[in-house]
């Protein structure tokens, strides 16, 4: 892409047509956790910037985790399923590339995902604005890596005006040691990695984080709880006291014969480069 290209007009055009999800009307979306949501005022607002910060390298992939699952308690009542736009710049993707069946086991439907790469910081802030103004889509993802000068309070408060135009939610994970700045945020979130409790016969246990609230635009903060995600109902719930254990059927489903024997892992993605 260009310097001066935004989202593909294929795929512009194919977003803006797009009908707005049935829920862009419901403001909050409940996290699933009762304390977290009483301190949002009800749930995460839609129509927002909300950014997400890893507590340290180790905890990178929990935090895009982390914005996979937040992406889905915001699109969980929505009829048909509306797409997540996730943009990224090419240079992470070769470095890490985002794994299919990884987020699929988080819940995600792969057909769901549009990943679109872009060439440096300024196009995919760019396309971000312009992404936010297709009102079909549920969320997106921008993922930026350090303090790029060009992402100052100037460039999120263009996401955040875009944002509440149409009611899509940005979500801005924020990596490879970025440090919060000011911005038009309505919430900053901490992600970092906590001990899950195994399930019966040792198997792996439910992906737990530990979220920790750093600012709420008019709200209370300084806060931090320690969660499970709960993949069947598409939200989150309070983690399992250490020691315990949980039935199989306390949640989550194993893998399917293809992600289990890792065959096929990029089949549904759609990406836009």
Not at 99 to 128: E, S, V, W, Y
Not at 236 to 265: I, K, M, N, Q
């Amino acid at each position: 892409m260009s310097k001066t290209s935004r989202l593909h007009p294929a795929l512009k055009r194919a977003l803006t047509s797009a009908t707005p999800p049935a829920h862009a009307a419901a403001r909050l979306h409940p996290l699933g956790v009762p304390a977290i949501d009483r301190t949002l005022g009800g749930g995460l607002a839609a129509g927002h910037l909300h950014e997400l910060f890893a507590g340290d390298g180790a905890d990178e992939a929990n935090t895009l985790a982390a914005a996979v699952m937040l992406a889905l308690c915001l699109t969980r009542v929505a009829t048909p399923a509306p797409a997540i736009l996730w943009l990224r710049e090419t240079a992470a993707q070769r470095k890490a590339g985002l794994h299919g069946p990884g987020l699929a086991d988080l819940g995600l439907n792969p057909a769901r995902l549009i990943l679109c790469l872009l060439p440096d910081t300024a196009a995919l802030l760019r396309a971000g604005v312009d992404a936010l103004r297709c009102a079909g889509l549920g969320a997106v993802v921008l993922e930026l890596g350090g303090n790029p000068a060009l992402l100052d309070l100037t460039a999120s408060r263009r996401l955040a005006l875009a944002a509440e135009a149409s009611g899509v939610t940005p979500l801005l994970v924020r990596t490879r040691g970025a440090r919060p700045t000011p911005s038009a945020a309505r919430t900053r979130w901490q992600v970092t990695a906590a001990p899950s409790v195994a399930l019966a016969a040792d198997a792996p246990g439910h992906p737990a984080l530990t979220l920790a609230l750093l600012r709420q635009r008019g709200g209370g903060a300084g806060l931090d709880w320690t969660v499970e995600w709960n993949r069947d109902a598409g939200c989150f719930r309070p983690a399992a006291f250490p020691g315990a254990r949980l039935p199989l059927s306390g949640g989550g489903s194993g893998p399917s014969s293809d992600e289990a024997d890792g065959s096929d892992d990029n089949a549904g993605w759609h990406i836009a480069v």
